[in-house]
């Protein structure tokens, strides 16, 4: 396991019946004749007509890595350095292998080569910076923009919450016992506390579960938040990614992840697709032998939490994290929580550092997971689904605009020509918004937008008709 220098992205094309042992072998020996290995390689790409050819999903098999299908019209828009016409006339693209390979970005590093019934031609993958999250948007842009790439709720936290967080601040001097706040939320879910790990925010979960569940094959869907990957690759493991197509909503099929995956992650609702997929679909990933983290950290932002699985205690090997920053207005103070089997909690809890929350984060803890505190989350919840389709009908009347998946979140993710020229002339505008191209799956054409309140959301439309004119010239 580990880290390798260059991550490799390898464009495969072949005709009818092609078998598993010609792409094998053409992939190999191209790899080798550049001086490359297979360890390198992150997906085998190709145009989704051929996705379920035999001879190219066996061969992603064997080389342990997902196949990324795209639509041959997005492919005829690559360029490539070696098109052909018989490609062009066959697949409605001049080369399936060099623009499979170079459509998410990167280099071409190997041009197209054939044997007698494939292609195949190997670029850098793109690089997502998986460490950039939406408060660079905000920092690095200055000060006066209205904030709508980071996902905590606007106007928090309320002043009910300050007063009992600044009320415990005589209590500094002795050590954290968060035995009441752990309580509070076991009660909260119907849940023994042996199920239950206070951690300092979901983000020291995805640390926990990287270094003390010793994954052998773990798996990662895209997108989504990207520090699940980015601490797994931290503590040496090398990770494989499911990447879900806007095409298909960005709905999970559980049959995408590799049956021997040992440890799987997903969000629901995803960040930053929104799409909020159906509990029955995310429980058909729970078996023994594996463990399955779903990251709930916007569930609380979901009308009646509906499709959550946190509480369940009926499926093996299941991780369920919540944070309590997004709804809270807590992404200062870190808490969150982990609920999972005892032995699981167990584990996580003894790579933790000794007193890793704080007191004014175990009084927060407590404090929101009073029946007072959901019934306000619960309201809250549901004027953000009121604000949310406001803002879909009001990008609805752009023609340029596409929202992909069903959004249920926060936040509405959408896609746009010239997305980063967008994005830029909107912050001249004074909004700043999430850049997509950092989750893998995703690139410079998506645009993450926070939910906010109607007068909010009528200024960014504004801004963004100016935005559009200003780049469509």
């Given amino acids: 396991m580990g880290e390798y220098t260059t991550r490799l992205v390898v464009g495969v094309g072949g005709r009818a019946g092609v078998s598993v042992e010609e792409v094998c072998a053409l992939v190999e020996e191209t790899l080798r004749g550049a001086g490359l290995t297979a360890e390198a390689v992150t997906a085998l790409a ?4 051929k996705v379920g050819e035999a001879g190219i999903a066996g061969a992603a098999e064997r080389f342990g890595v997902p196949v990324l299908g795209y639509p041959a019209d997005r492919l005829a828009d690559v360029p490539v350095p070696h098109p052909s016409e018989a490609a062009r006339a ?10 499979a390979a170079l459509v998410a970005g990167g280099e071409l590093l190997v041009p197209k080569r054939r044997s007698l019934s494939a292609t195949c031609a190997v670029a850098t993958a793109q690089a997502h910076d998986l460490r950039h999250h939406g408060d ?3 920092v690095d842009a200055g000060a006066g923009l209205e904030d709508l790439a980071v996902n905590v709720r606007a106007h928090t936290p309320p002043e009910w919450l300050r007063q009992r967080i600044a009320a415990c601040l005589g209590d500094l001097s002795a050590y954290p016992d968060g035995r009441a706040a752990r309580a509070a939320v076991a009660a909260r879910h119907g849940l023994p506390v042996e199920r239950v790990l206070l951690t300092a925010g979901a983000a020291e979960a995805f640390v926990l579960i990287a270094r003390a569940l010793g994954a052998e094959r773990p798996v990662v869907v895209h997108p989504q ?6 601490a797994l690759r931290d503590a040496g493991h090398r990770v494989e990614r499911v990447v879900l197509r806007a095409e298909d909503g960005f709905r999970l099929d559980p049959a995408a992840v590799p049956e021997d995956a040992d440890l799987v992650v997903v969000g629901n609702p995803t960040n930053p697709t929104s799409v909020l997929h159906p509990a029955a679909v995310l429980a058909r990933l729970a078996r023994p032998g594996r463990i399955l983290v779903v990251d709930e950290a916007f569930m609380d932002a979901v009308p009646g939490e509906r499709e959550a699985l946190a509480g369940r205690t009926d499926l093996p090997g299941l991780v369920v994290l919540r944070s309590l920053t997004k709804t809270w207005g807590l992404a200062g103070l870190r808490i969150g929580y982990v609920l999972a089997e005892p032995g699981v909690i167990a584990k996580l809890a003894a790579a933790q550092p000794l007193w890793p929350v704080s007191t004014p984060a175990l009084v927060a803890a407590e404090a929101c997971v009073a029946p007072a505190a959901l019934a306000e989350a619960e309201e809250a919840a549901r004027r953000i689904a009121v604000d949310r389709a406001h803002l879909l009908a009001g990008l609805a009347e752009f023609d340029e605009v596409e929202v992909a998946g069903v959004a249920e979140g926060p936040f509405v993710l959408i896609r746009v020509a010239e997305g980063a020229e967008v994005r830029s002339r909107l912050r001249a505008l004074g909004f700043a918004v999430r850049r ?3 989750f893998p799956g ?5 645009l993450r937008l ?7 959301t009528g200024r960014l439309l504004q801004a963004l008709d100016r935005a559009l004119a200003l780049t469509s010239r």
């Fill in 450 to 456: 926070a939910v906010r309140d109607r007068a909010t």
């Fill in 225 to 230: 938040f990207t520090e699940p990957e980015a």
């Fill in 136 to 138: 660079a948007e905000v």
């Fill in 90 to 99: 066959a697949t409605g693209t001049p080369s399936v292998a060099e623009a």
């Fill in 436 to 438: 997509g191209d950092t």
């Fill in 46 to 49: 190709t145009v989704d007509s």
């Fill in 442 to 446: 995703l690139d410079r054409t998506w």
